[in-house]
């Protein structure tokens, strides 16, 4: 039985826009994988720590999500940049077809890296921020 052929494109563009919640892990392995479902588990941590500490900070409410988006962005990163061969043999070796990628590839991956390093050190700059000088600058 052959199986469905996998856009490495698409594969980014989810771990782009979607990476936190693990869209694209679900895309390329399936439901019952076990990092999909880890950032998937970040929203339900966000609502605990809402939930059970509602008067910390607003940045530590999601900071689960973030932390997840930026490993998401990671992953865009390793997906996009993977061979066409390598990729291919992870994950399409019974779909009968190849992947070819184009230049929306590059453009995913250069929006990757904006939005990615500016998510990263826009964390660590906030949390840095209220751990030793409990907000003083914001």
């Known amino acids: 039985m052959p199986t469905i052929h996998?856009?490495?494109?698409?594969?980014t563009f989810l771990a782009l826009t979607l990476g936190g919640l693990?869209?694209?892990r679900f895309?390329?392995?399936?439901?019952?994988d076990k990092l999909g479902m880890l950032h998937a588990a970040s929203v339900p941590v966000s609502g605990l720590?809402?939930?059970l500490a509602?008067?910390?900070h607003g940045?530590?409410?999601v900071l689960p999500v973030l932390i997840s988006y930026v490993v998401g962005f990671l992953e865009a990163l390793i997906v996009g940049l993977t061979p066409d061969e390598k990729f291919d043999a992870s994950f399409n070796a019974g779909s009968g077809k190849t992947?070819?990628?184009?230049w929306i590839l590059a453009v995913l991956l250069v929006t990757t890296m904006l939005v990615g390093t500016t998510a990263l050190i826009a964390t660590m700059?906030?949390?840095n921020d209220l751990l030793y000088t409990s907000g003083s600058f914001g």
């Open 49 to 51: 720590v809402i939930g």
């Open 6 to 11: 996998k856009n490495k494109t698409f594969a």
């Open 27 to 32: 895309y390329l392995r399936g439901p019952f």
């Open 22 to 24: 693990g869209v694209h």
């Open 125 to 127: 700059s906030r949390l």
């Open 59 to 61: 940045f530590y409410q």
């Open 99 to 102: 992947s070819a990628s184009s």
């Open 54 to 56: 509602p008067d910390v």
